[in-house]
């Protein structure tokens, strides 16, 4: 239910961008003010959540460990399980953000008789890093269209993406591997009954979204032509801030961009924002130090506190009326008085 919902929300997000071009003619509306409005909502929604993120106390010491951590000098600790220092804890986040680390030690669970059986799950972390690292030499390539000249860096990226030189315009491996790798995330979230139990809407409509993007960009490519040279005449001024919309691009451009643009729109308020957070994650930045630093709760404030003999003293008669032993014995009438007297004799 949750896909079908995510699904019908991109197609009218389609729908929309068909009929405000084609119908009401509104390109500058969604060639200019719609990107604006979404590198801006994007910007400052990133920066709000991170700041967030920095601002939010942190009163135990939380890092994710699962080897040996530094104690004795003779005993060999995990220096990437359990970093002591900073350096350990920058390969460690080096190896996650850039390798998937964690993912790739994924384990898979299946009951075997009455046998639980763990083995290994690779396809998740090769799909995962696929589709990340396609998507981003898509936007690296992508920076043609908004620079003028075009760096170096990008013609080296172009040449090593095209390299099969097929067809003309010559294919793009990373387009249609970025296509492919979406898709199997998500007919991974639609085969697998217990990943399907826990999808929401939320997981589902960036899935759909990117395929939208890339496919409508696949389809400007060899299929529905446009006009490249207004295309990055638009885009070029937009990078400049001095935009103008030249006649003649084609629908399927804006219907393209402004899907682009709701993704940068929504980037900050999804699970997507996951390419912030990682860096702010306590469990992953701390080093794993506490048998050589003392980490002091910052929360800790002096607590009025309930002693044992402040107990025992309000409930002795009762807790003797019981049976349930006392430290000091419950003192009778005649011997509260002697004491009284004695005091006051004194």
Same mark, same amino acid.
């Given at each position: 239910?949750?896909?079908?919902?995510?699904?019908?929300?991109?197609?009218?997000?389609?729908?929309?961008?068909?009929?405000?071009?084609?119908?009401?003619?509104?390109?500058?509306?969604?060639?200019? +003010? $719609?990107?604006?409005? !979404? &590198?801006?909502?994007? *910007?400052?929604?990133? @920066? #709000?959540?991170?700041?967030?993120?920095?601002?939010?106390?942190?009163?135990?010491?939380?890092?994710?460990?699962?080897?040996?951590?530094?104690?004795?000098?003779?005993?060999?600790?995990?220096?990437?399980?359990?970093?002591?220092?900073?350096?350990?804890?920058?390969?460690?986040?080096?190896?996650?953000?850039?390798?998937?680390?964690?993912?790739?030690?994924?384990?898979?669970?299946?009951?075997?008789?009455?046998?639980?059986?763990?083995?290994?799950?690779?396809?998740?972390?090769?799909?995962?890093?696929?589709?990340?690292?396609?998507?981003?030499?898509?936007?690296?390539?992508?920076?043609?269209?908004?620079?003028?000249?075009?760096?170096?860096?990008?013609?080296?990226?172009?040449?090593?993406?095209?390299?099969?030189?097929?067809?003309?315009?010559?294919?793009?491996?990373?387009? +249609? $591997?970025?296509?492919? !790798? &979406?898709?199997?995330? *998500?007919?991974?979230? @639609? #085969?697998?009954?217990?990943?399907?139990?826990?999808?929401?809407?939320?997981?589902?409509?960036?899935?759909?979204?990117?395929?939208?993007?890339?496919?409508?960009?696949?389809?400007?490519?060899?299929?529905?032509?446009?006009?490249?040279?207004?295309?990055?005449?638009?885009?070029?001024?937009?990078?400049?801030?001095?935009?103008?919309?030249?006649?003649?691009?084609?629908?399927?451009?804006?219907?393209?961009?402004?899907?682009?643009?709701?993704?940068?729109?929504?980037?900050?308020?999804?699970?997507?924002?996951?390419?912030?957070?990682?860096?702010?994650?306590?469990?992953?930045?701390?080093?794993?130090?506490?048998?050589?630093?003392?980490?002091?709760?910052?929360?800790?404030?002096?607590?009025?506190?309930?002693?044992?003999?402040?107990?025992?003293?309000?409930?002795?008669?009762?807790?003797?009326?019981?049976?349930?032993?006392?430290?000091?014995?419950?003192?009778?009438?005649?011997?509260?008085?002697?004491?009284?007297?004695?005091?006051?004799?004194?």
């Amino acid at each position: 239910m949750g896909a079908l919902f995510s699904l019908g929300v991109v197609i009218a997000l389609v729908l929309v961008a068909l009929v405000g071009v084609k119908g009401a003619h509104l390109q500058p509306v969604f060639g200019v +003010v $719609i990107p604006y409005l !979404a &590198v801006l909502t994007f *910007f400052i929604g990133l @920066i #709000y959540r991170v700041v967030r993120w920095g601002k939010t106390p942190v009163p135990f010491h939380i890092p994710t460990t699962c080897g040996q951590q530094k104690s004795l000098p003779w005993i060999k600790y995990s220096k990437l399980e359990s970093p002591a220092t900073g350096k350990e804890v920058f390969l460690r986040m080096a190896l996650e953000v850039l390798l998937f680390r964690s993912l790739f030690r994924n384990l898979k669970m299946q009951r075997s008789g009455e046998r639980v059986v763990y083995g290994s799950a690779k396809w998740l972390w090769l799909g995962g890093i696929i589709f990340h690292y396609s998507f981003l030499i898509v936007l690296i390539r992508h920076l043609r269209l908004f620079t003028n000249p075009v760096p170096s860096f990008v013609h080296l990226i172009e040449s090593f993406d095209g390299f099969l030189q097929i067809g003309l315009p010559k294919l793009m491996m990373t387009g +249609v $591997i970025l296509l492919a !790798a &979406v898709t199997y995330l *998500f007919l991974r979230r @639609i #085969y697998i009954p217990s990943v399907r139990y826990i999808s929401l809407p939320a997981d589902y409509f960036p899935l759909f979204l990117i395929m939208a993007i890339a496919t409508t960009g696949i389809l400007m490519r060899y299929f529905i032509r446009v006009d490249l040279i207004k295309v990055k005449e638009l885009t070029t001024g937009l990078a400049r801030l001095s935009p103008t919309v030249p006649d003649g691009i084609g629908t399927i451009f804006y219907i393209h961009i402004f899907l682009v643009s709701t993704l940068f729109a929504y980037f900050p308020f999804s699970k997507l924002v996951h390419l912030g957070g990682i860096f702010m994650s306590p469990t992953r930045n701390l080093a794993n130090n506490s048998r050589m630093v003392r980490h002091v709760n910052p929360w800790n404030y002096p607590v009025k506190v309930h002693t044992y003999e402040e107990y025992e003293e309000e409930f002795r008669d009762k807790m003797v009326s019981v049976g349930i032993p006392v430290e000091k014995p419950l003192e009778t009438k005649e011997s509260e008085e002697a004491t009284e007297e004695s005091e006051g004799k004194e």
